[in-house]
């Protein structure tokens, strides 16, 4: 591979090629056939206060489709006024159907928010002072990314000011850390079983190191969603033409979906598809790290 190609690791930190919103709702104030103030009056928005109320996980993005929910999120100390409401970790969560689509509201102390901002700046990377993956809980990782998508209903300044409390690009490089130190046992345990002839039980670490590796890759290019369910459709979206980019999802495919590894494969065959997988993995993980 060219160096030029290696070198070409950084990405657009916006625009919908980055699964960042589209916009192009916000002059009709509707979304998904719904209009803001209908979706807002589901918990008694607007109320004279300044609240910051914003639309945001896949409904505001490129990776919609016509059985999205809406996600809304509240940052306030208030709880909820819905009929069907749960409480997770420090969020409210509030559950409504409008015209048949599923309206979902958070609930975010504002504290609550600053102290995640605040933990993010006092991050130092590089330095493993916790258990991989425990600086932050999953929900709290979801916060940031959709808080970084959102796209504002009521008092924009004041969800623009939110939004410039948070490191973006130091919370992407942050998940790209923790997700290599994951790899580095995963790669051990392939290693073990390939030595200790398991080839069923190397097979499947080696496609986890593919996925795993697929992650690292798109935190490097500035990606913030912890979520899986998505990988494919954003390592599309992040296509900047490169051939290294090319490369990546060429083998990524060709390892998710071996025709050679699969149940009663020649073990000759897995033992090279396992192998693949390792290769696969040094090579994202070497380009990734600083």
């Known amino acids: 591979m060219p160096s030029e190609a290696l070198g070409a690791r950084s990405s657009p930190d916006g625009g919908s090629a980055a699964g960042e919103p589209s916009r192009a709702h916000a002059a009709d104030r509707s979304i998904a056939g719904l209009a803001y103030e209908r979706i807002l009056a589901l918990e008694g928005f607007p109320d004279g206060s300044d609240t910051i109320v914003y639309l945001s996980g896949s409904i505001v993005t490129p990776l919609a489709n016509p059985w999205s929910d809406v996600d809304v999120f509240v940052l306030s100390d208030r709880r909820p006024h819905g009929p069907s409401t749960l409480t997770e970790g420090r969020s409210a969560v509030s559950l409504h159907v409008l015209d048949s689509r599923g309206v979902d509201y958070e609930f975010w102390p504002p504290a609550t928010a600053r102290a995640l901002a605040e933990r993010l700046a ?36 004041g969800f623009r000011a939110f939004q410039a409390l948070f490191g973006f690009e130091k919370f992407a490089a942050y998940q790209g850390q923790e997700v290599i130190r994951t790899i580095q046992s995963a790669y051990q345990d392939a290693c073990g079983m390939l030595e200790a002839a398991d080839l069923v039980s190397a097979v499947f670490s080696g496609r986890h190191l593919v996925d795993l590796s697929a992650d690292v890759y798109l935190h490097r290019r500035g990606h913030t969603d912890p979520g899986t369910k998505w990988r494919s459709r954003y390592l599309e979206l992040f296509d900047d033409g490169s051939a290294f980019h090319r490369e990546v999802v060429d083998t990524y495919w060709q390892l998710e979906f071996p025709e050679t590894a699969g149940r009663g494969a020649d073990p000759a065959a897995r033992r090279r598809y396992v192998e693949d997988c390792l290769r696969f993995s040094r090579r994202v993980t070497s380009w990734a790290q600083p």
């Open 122 to 157: 006092c991050l130092e990377l590089g330095v493993a002072t916790h258990n991989v993956r425990q600086l932050f809980t999953y929900a709290e990782e979801c916060f940031v990314h959709r808080l970084r998508v959102g796209v504002p209903m009521l008092n924009a300044d």
